[in-house]
């Protein structure tokens, strides 16, 4: 893989909008769900976000795969 196609993948507009909604819903989740004290990630609005996020941009990120067989 190229380094430059790398970069355009890494700062397309879907895996912004994944990271951004992906922090919204961690912090969210921290909001309405997360315990006050002794969890470790929703405890901490910061730590839920930065969840949230990674895993946003790991659902929005292109991937390089085929599809196994073309549709009839």
């Given at each position: 893989?190229n380094?430059?196609?790398?970069?355009?993948?890494?700062f397309?507009?879907?895996?912004?909008?994944?990271?951004?909604?992906?922090?919204?819903?961690?912090?969210?989740?921290y909001?309405f769900?997360?315990c006050?004290?002794?969890c470790?990630i929703t405890?901490?609005?910061w730590?839920?976000?930065?969840v949230?996020a990674?895993?946003?941009?790991l659902?929005?990120f292109?991937?390089?795969?085929?599809?196994?067989?073309?549709?009839k």
């Amino acid at each position: 893989m190229n380094s430059n196609n790398f970069f355009q993948k890494l700062f397309s507009w879907k895996v912004l909008i994944g990271l951004l909604l992906g922090a919204a819903a961690g912090y969210a989740y921290y909001h309405f769900i997360g315990c006050d004290g002794g969890c470790p990630i929703t405890s901490n609005p910061w730590k839920s976000m930065g969840v949230g996020a990674l895993s946003g941009i790991l659902l929005m990120f292109p991937s390089d795969a085929k599809p196994d067989r073309e549709p009839k």
